[in-house]
């Protein structure tokens, strides 16, 4: 459905500039009575046919909604109108109309219950652009979803749920007794990493855990972009609804995804070390008693990864271990 959805906005754009207070439409061939436009100020807009007049508050100051009358080739029809009115929200807004259109196909849903619906899972991906997320902040997410990418691409498995860090877990990917840790550093030398916690550097129960090392170099036109690797994502089927939700909680809402457009790098290194008992790091057992002292409410500390570099991952290991991730219990 995004696909053809993509395909009519693309069409609409080409076509010129619709007249004063009109629309420029084209029908979803897929699903009688959907149709998606385009205004005088090239504003998207999701139309449904309908019986009567709806009034829906959409929550959000990005959407606007109401009912109108569509002028067609022999006569007229009631629509509602669901009006794009941030043009940074464009590529989301694709995605929402889809939403809307394939739960109107798949449970046969009325307009009305069809976009009050999505909007009540959307509705945290249609806010407004708060502005670009700091280099650091881009830098960290491009690291830990180019390993989703790895992971989608080395399983076949387009479920990304094993990319729990953004949602306060402990490893920032885990799939059942596997989990990695992603670690992003603009640094040009070192192998120096920073461990939040006594627990993070500590694995799975009678499970493995590895540590995803990353150089970046924030250049100009580098090779690697966070929207193109979300849109290789998408591409790959990946759901928009889970993809949205994640990057959001990463800290990287879907509405400020445009602005990190000009914010490229390249990578210099990428190396996967096994994290156990010869790697430097504080866990539980690292206390008298197992556990930290009394009074102290939190660790972070830093560890130099240098004298470990002979342990690394082979390129083979590395997609054996991305695909477990994806895959979860099932690989055991």
Not at 105 to 132: T, Y
Not at 226 to 240: I, K, N
Not at 273 to 279: G, I, K, N
């Amino acid at each position: 459905m995004i696909d053809e959805v993509r395909l009519a906005y693309a069409a609409l754009a080409t076509h010129g500039t619709a007249k004063h207070g009109g629309l420029v439409t084209l029908g979803i061939d897929s699903v009688e009575g959907t149709y998606v436009a385009m205004d005088e100020h090239s504003r998207q807009h999701l139309l449904l046919q309908t019986e009567s007049k709806i009034e829906i508050d959409p929550g959000v100051t990005t959407l606007g909604i109401s009912t109108r009358t569509l002028q067609l080739v022999g006569g007229e029809i009631l629509v509602l109108d669901v009006t794009c009115l941030f043009a940074s929200l464009s590529e989301v807004f694709d995605h929402f109309a889809a939403a809307v259109i394939q739960r109107i196909a798949d449970a046969a849903e009325s307009p009305a219950d069809a976009v009050i619906s999505v909007l009540a899972a959307w509705r945290n991906f249609l806010v407004p652009p708060a502005g670009p997320p700091s280099l650091d902040k881009i830098a960290a997410t491009l690291g830990e979803l180019l390993v989703v990418r790895d992971a989608v691409k080395n399983s076949g498995r387009v479920d990304i749920g094993f990319w729990s860090g953004p949602f306060g877990q402990r490893h920032d990917l885990r799939g059942g007794r596997t989990a990695m840790e992603v670690k992003t550093t603009r640094a040009h030398t070192g192998y120096r990493v920073t461990i939040h916690g006594e627990d993070q550097m500590l694995p799975p129960e009678d499970g493995h855990l590895y540590l995803h090392f990353f150089r970046l170099e924030s250049v100009h036109q580098g090779k690697l972009r966070l929207t193109a690797v979300v849109d290789e994502l998408l591409d790959a089927g990946v759901s928009a609804e889970q993809l949205f939700r994640a990057l959001s909680a990463s800290g990287v809402p879907p509405g400020d995804l445009s602005s990190t457009d000009n914010t490229t790098f390249d990578a210099l290194e990428r190396v996967t070390f096994p994290v156990d008992d010869q790697t430097p790091r504080i866990v539980p057992s690292s206390f008298s008693g197992g556990q930290r002292p009394q009074g102290v409410v939190d660790i972070t500390y830093v560890v130099d990864l240098s004298h470990t570099a002979g342990r690394a991952l082979g390129e083979d290991e590395y997609k054996a271990v991305t695909a477990t991730l994806a895959l979860g219990p099932t690989a055991w």
